[in-house]
């Protein structure tokens, strides 16, 4: 069943209105009519409605809630990925792909090596793009929120961030002991309900040594991935599904 997310907002009682490019999607792409059912998210809540097609107007779609009904896709660990910034299809795809593994949310950020400059206005019009990218394999995913793309930091920035988490893993090529492994079996000892777990990955180039110790400083974990140095877009889905898989499927 086509799934389609609204806001708050846009429920009032038992009505839902749809708009936007999803009322494009609903009458020519699916062709759908009065009386088909959809799947309705409320991405700020997270609830999930079964409704059925009332109005099909030029710009807005109204909707009847047959029924609440309940989901269990989102996990319940909360990873957040802090980026290097790479090039712009290989932050397409880390977008996408995260999304479909069940990212939290992930936030670009600017580092020594990286190749990519952005000056302020592209940044925005970047922003504006991966959001869209990760609302459209959250739809694809059916997932019951739409992971938030932030704006790009800087090194100093994400080390001021590293306090919010339960644990923070960097990923770093000259690491030869500390293991993934390792530090997950010793977070799954705290028993905590829920975790915030954040991924640092360097671009391209990797991330560069100062930025190593500065992430140490403040309590970051650096870790080795094994003998093979992976591409940037290949960390974060393998760290990932790693994480998903030792403390999400138990």
């Given at each position: 069943?086509?799934?389609?997310?609204?806001?708050?907002?846009?429920?009032?009682?038992?009505?839902?209105?749809?708009?936007?490019?999803?009322?494009?999607?609903?009458?020519?792409?699916?062709?759908?009519?009065?009386?088909?059912?959809?799947?309705?998210?409320?991405?700020?809540?997270?609830?999930?409605?079964?409704?059925?097609?009332?109005?099909?107007?030029?710009?807005?779609?109204?909707?009847?809630?047959?029924?609440?009904?309940?989901?269990?896709?989102?996990?319940?660990?909360h990873v957040s990925i802090f980026q290097g910034l790479p090039k712009a299809d290989k932050m397409e795809w880390v977008i996408q792909k995260s999304v479909e593994l069940g990212v939290y949310d992930i936030t670009p950020v600017e580092m020594k090596r990286c190749v990519v400059k952005l000056n302020e206005k592209d940044k925005i019009?970047?922003?504006?793009?991966?959001?869209?990218?990760?609302?459209?394999?959250?739809?694809?995913?059916?997932?019951?929120?739409?992971?938030?793309?932030?704006?790009?930091?800087?090194?100093?920035?994400?080390?001021?961030?590293?306090?919010?988490?339960?644990?923070?893993?960097?990923?770093?090529?000259?690491?030869?002991?500390?293991?993934?492994?390792?530090?997950?079996?010793?977070?799954?000892?705290?028993?905590?309900?829920?975790?915030?777990?954040?991924?640092?990955?360097?671009?391209?180039?990797?991330?560069?040594?100062?930025?190593?110790?500065?992430?140490?400083?403040?309590?970051?974990?650096?870790?080795?991935?094994?003998?093979?140095?992976?591409?940037?877009?290949?960390?974060?889905?393998?760290?990932?599904?790693?994480?998903?898989?030792?403390?999400?499927?138990?």
């Amino acid at each position: 069943m086509p799934k389609f997310f609204v806001t708050t907002n846009q429920i009032e009682g038992k009505k839902i209105s749809i708009q936007n490019e999803d009322v494009n999607h609903i009458k020519n792409v699916l062709r759908a009519k009065i009386d088909d059912t959809i799947e309705i998210c409320d991405s700020i809540t997270s609830k999930n409605y079964i409704c059925k097609i009332e109005e099909i107007e030029e710009k807005n779609i109204c909707c009847h809630i047959v029924e609440e009904i309940e989901s269990n896709v989102e996990p319940h660990i909360h990873v957040s990925i802090f980026q290097g910034l790479p090039k712009a299809d290989k932050m397409e795809w880390v977008i996408q792909k995260s999304v479909e593994l069940g990212v939290y949310d992930i936030t670009p950020v600017e580092m020594k090596r990286c190749v990519v400059k952005l000056n302020e206005k592209d940044k925005i019009k970047k922003i504006q793009r991966w959001q869209k990218i990760s609302e459209g394999a959250a739809k694809q995913s059916g997932r019951d929120r739409i992971p938030t793309i932030h704006s790009i930091i800087n090194v100093s920035t994400l080390c001021d961030r590293i306090k919010e988490f339960d644990l923070v893993l960097a990923a770093y090529e000259n690491e030869k002991v500390n293991t993934l492994k390792q530090e997950l079996k010793k977070i799954k000892q705290t028993n905590k309900e829920e975790l915030k777990i954040a991924i640092v990955i360097g671009p391209e180039g990797g991330i560069d040594s100062e930025e190593i110790a500065r992430f140490e400083e403040h309590q970051a974990k650096i870790i080795t991935l094994g003998n093979r140095i992976l591409r940037t877009e290949t960390v974060a889905l393998n760290m990932l599904s790693i994480i998903m898989y030792e403390l999400e499927m138990e």
